[in-house]
């Protein structure tokens, strides 16, 4: 059964820092794509940040340069060093990996409960 559990938020004021982590069971995790999205109240899920089995890192423009994603594979856990906040970071943040589950057919995603992160003004 694949699970996402997401820890690390919480409140902070503008300029502050969070580290974000997600523990990840039930696949294969070295061989996972996995990703941070957020999402704000009457706001589209959006992405933050993704790391591929690879290393390969792919950072959301409004990111610049604040976060940092990095992957412990043998940790089985996936962080999001977040700095230098601001009010606009406030959403709920989520981890994902989108899973091959079937050859030739669509990846499945599957979705932490998330946790949220609060920048006060």
């Known amino acids: 059964q694949v699970r996402l559990v997401e820890s690390g938020g919480g409140l902070v004021h503008t300029g502050g820092s969070l580290r974000l982590s997600c523990a990840g069971s039930g696949f294969l995790f070295s061989r996972a794509t996995l990703a941070w999205y957020r999402q704000s109240p009457g706001k589209e899920r959006e992405l933050v940040a993704r790391?591929?089995?690879?290393?390969?890192?792919d950072y959301a423009d409004f990111v610049a340069g604040r976060f940092t994603i990095a992957r412990d594979n043998v940790g089985r856990a996936v962080h999001l060093q977040m700095n230098r906040l601001n009010p606009e970071d406030t959403a709920v943040y989520y981890c994902?990996?989108?899973?091959?589950?079937?050859?030739?057919?669509?990846?499945?995603?599957?979705w932490g409960q998330g946790t949220q992160v609060t920048v006060s003004s």
């Open positions: 790391v591929t089995s690879s290393g390969a890192i």
């Open positions: 994902n990996t989108p899973l091959q589950r079937t050859i030739g057919g669509p990846p499945t995603n599957y």
